[in-house]
């Protein structure tokens, strides 16, 4: 079975910090992977996500991520936080088997990012 | 973006009573849903997978007796929680897919007492 290891449970930052939430995952076969958001009260929302290409992805708000398909990792970064990126982050993969394999998501820990202004 | 409603949003019920929890598509019709639970300080966990017109697709560890999932419509996924014990108490997180995207509700926390 697959399964998707956030190594840090709390991060706490200060505004204009640089960020990288670690994110590994352990599956042998072709993986899709996301990175999703949670801010307070708020839905989880995807921040971006992986499927083939660049290893390089760019999301939403400044975010970026790199898949290393030797590390198994697809880590997230942002070279500046602001005190609205605090929130709880999960990482997550699925399958990549195309139809409702998508939804069938394996998430992460999760990872609260407190930022301070 | 599309949006997924989930309600309610929190539920106190007593041990031995059943709960619904709702889950609808508000601007798209989703064939499938999928229901997730999360402990605390834990991950979401996929219970099962909703498919309308047909019976829900459990988890290996997930008891589709104690769990019933009903998706009549295309826009409506209920879920509910029977005899529910304090061992139930989770936040329960719905999500549908849309392409190859996920949209979640905003989950319903369930408190047994």
């Known amino acids: 079975a697959q399964s998707v290891s956030q190594h840090n449970h709390h991060v706490i930052l200060s505004e204009a910090a640089s960020l990288e939430l670690g994110c590994n995952y352990s599956y042998g076969g072709t993986v899709n992977l996301f990175w999703y958001v949670q801010y307070p009260g708020q839905h989880l929302q995807l921040l971006l996500k992986?499927?083939?290409?660049?290893?390089l992805v760019k999301g939403i708000k400044g975010f970026e991520a790199e898949f290393i398909k030797s590390k198994f990792s697809f880590n997230l970064r942002k070279p500046s936080v602001q005190w609205s990126d605090t929130a709880e982050y999960f990482c997550a993969v699925t399958l990549n088997a195309g139809g409702t394999s998508y939804g069938k998501l394996t998430f992460g820990q999760g990872t609260i990012l407190t930022v301070h202004p | 973006g599309a949006v997924v409603s989930q309600h309610p949003s929190w539920v106190i019920c007593k041990s031995g009573t059943s709960v619904k929890i709702e889950c609808r598509s508000l601007d798209f019709q989703a064939t499938t849903m999928f229901w997730y639970r999360q402990f605390p300080k834990q991950s979401l966990m996929l219970m099962a997978t909703?498919?309308?017109?047909?019976?829900?697709?459990?988890e290996q560890g997930v008891e589709k007796d104690k769990f019933l999932i009903n998706h009549a419509s295309l826009t409506l996924s209920t879920l509910t929680v029977t005899s529910a014990h304090p061992e139930d108490s989770s936040f329960y997180i719905c999500?549908?897919?849309?392409?190859?995207?996920?949209?979640f509700g905003q989950g319903t926390r369930l408190t047994v007492v």
């Open positions: 999500s549908a897919q849309v392409h190859t995207e996920a949209f």
């Open positions: 992986y499927f083939s290409g660049d290893p």
């Open positions: 909703s498919n309308e017109g047909s019976k829900a697709t459990y």
